[in-house]
């Protein structure tokens, strides 16, 4: 039955090809729309659990041929990018890197906090 589908796969034009893809990626974007949203969290988690596990059963030269391509992807389209939009991009950078030291700023003052009290808790 697979190997079937994957005959008349191999012998279709590129105009069926886009046709069929382009039937299925309606039908998902249908049921996507139709799901709710625990179903919508299932499906999700279920996507990154395989992500998790491919990823640890990859290889060494995997990874690497993985990554080398994700930073291909990357520089091409900042090679594309207009002014505006590298701009932006470096914005969105600014401000990832100013929330993430707050949080360490404000996790730390918590652990001073905690600390501070379980001392004097102690001492009294």
Known sequence: MAQRGQERRAEETEEQRNSRLAVMAQR????????????????????????????????DEQRNSRLAVMAQRG??????????????????????????????????????IQTFYAVRTVLN
């Open 28 to 59: 998902g974007q249908e049921r996507r729309a139709e799901e709710t949203e625990e179903k919508r969290n299932s499906r999700l988690a279920v996507m990154a659990q395989r992500g998790q596990e491919e990823k640890a059963e990859e290889t």
């Open 75 to 112: 520089q091409m389209r900042r090679a594309e990018e207009t002014e505006e939009q590298r701009n932006s991009r470096l914005s969105a950078m600014l401000q990832h890197a100013r929330e993430r030291r707050l949080n360490i700023i404000e996790g730390q003052n918590h652990h001073q």
